[in-house]
């Protein structure tokens, strides 16, 4: 497959990374210069924490028309090799099979009496993930020096190491899963074929991460009755918590104070807020949070005029139809709450949808409740970020199928994601929470939240993978 080279160790990588989506991508301007972005994230921090000296590689794919330019240009940063994946090749793999059915499966999102439908379509999709992991382990084949380090990560490149392995027998091959993983009566509505090849290629790895226990258990169990069990490939559990340091200073800083007087507006004086932030995956619940919302509104009347629901839903992966649906249905939903409910100086949700990181550490800021409710979901990082940048503390309602709830469950207010009436019942308690126990609660959140930060998180899998 035609893939071109940005940055290349030649082969002198000791630590390499591969993921879908990179540290950094490419915009056309009008004037036809390319303007680079970099993103953040735990893996940025990871790699960073190894040192700029340790020979370390990030291979990603180029994901848009500017990515492919600089590629083309022989545009690059130092240390990522980004690789020009053909356009139609990516979709399949990316919306086609990673987006709408690996993560369909992992996170149970099917109506099962209409789909899912494996035709003709499918396989023709699948042929171009395929096509697409072999792009990257050919990549990192390349790359790799001798006895090195590779992890990659997440549902859109699990084929790759056992591809790899037949490549490289010689490197250290490590895989991690930043989502759930299905059960395995939910896992085999995949093909045959498919569900060996996923595991096969899975177990390529020398050791496989997970964020919970909870799915690597499910993994396992999936391997013990679909592929005969782990063979020699270990299973671990590796928490990534949040940054403390970074969220604490970030959220100080005047673009985030500004916000904040910006939001107290909206929120209006001495009115309580209800925070929720984000991006909008299907898997996020936003609907039935702001039922539960409306229910909190219609049991609890003495409410109205004195809480307003703030929701940030960024929207993501809008290439596919069932998301731009999604967030159209948040948007009327939240309208259709307003004009119900809504006075001349009162609006009751707030909602955003464009992507403002420094907005949303300042609902962080004034949440008095952090509202968590996914239907599922593999850790969610805005559940242990909220107790840490609170100014007030807050109380947190966490859905028991997020990944956080194994080390949050215990100090947060726990639904049932599916409970319209129960959350409501939740978001009631929490805002009636005394101010002593909120902080109380918030401090043991916090430092749960907080308790493997990021580079420690990255550094732990890699001495796992090869102390
Ligand atoms: O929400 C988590 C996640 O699924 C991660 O597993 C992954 O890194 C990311 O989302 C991928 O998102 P995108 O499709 O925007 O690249």
Known sequence: MASTHVASTHGAAQVLVASNRGPVSYEVQEDGSLRARRGGGGLVSGLSAIGPDAGALWVCSALSGGDREAVRRGVGEEGVRML??????HADAYNGVANSVLWFVHHMLYQTPLEPVFDAGFWRQWENYARYNRAFAEALADEAAEGAAVLVQDYHL????????????????????????????????????VVREVLEGMLGADRLGFLTRRWADAFTACCTELAGGLGGTEVGVHGLGADADFLRARSHEADVEKRMATL???????????????RTELSKNIVRGLLAYQQLLDDHPEWRERVVHVAFAYPSRQDLAVYRDYTAEVQRLAAEINSRYGTPGWTPVVLHVKD????????????????????RDGMNLVA?????????GCALVLSREAGAYEELGEDAIVVNPYD??????????????????????????????TALPPAQWFMDQLRALTG
């Open 356 to 375: 403002d990181f420094a907005r949303s550490l300042a609902a962080y800021r004034l949440a008095d409740v952090a509202l968590v409710n996914p239907i």
């Open 264 to 278: 107290r507006a909206e929120i209006g004086a001495g009115r309580k807020a209800i925070v929720r932030v984000d």
């Open 158 to 193: 699990t084929l790759v190491p056992g591809l790899l392995r037949k490549l490289r027998p010689d490197l250290r091959i490590g895989h991690f899963s930043h989502t759930p993983w299905a059960p395995v009566d939910y896992f085999r509505m995949l093909p045959d074929q």
């Open 84 to 89: 020009a994946v053909p356009a139609e090749v």
């Open 420 to 449: 319209v009436l129960g959350t409501a019942r939740a978001l009631h308690e929490a805002l009636t929470m005394p101010p002593h126990e909120r902080a109380e609660r918030t401090k043991r959140l916090a430092a749960a939240a």
């Open 384 to 392: 242990k970020e909220v107790p840490v940048v609170a100014d007030e």
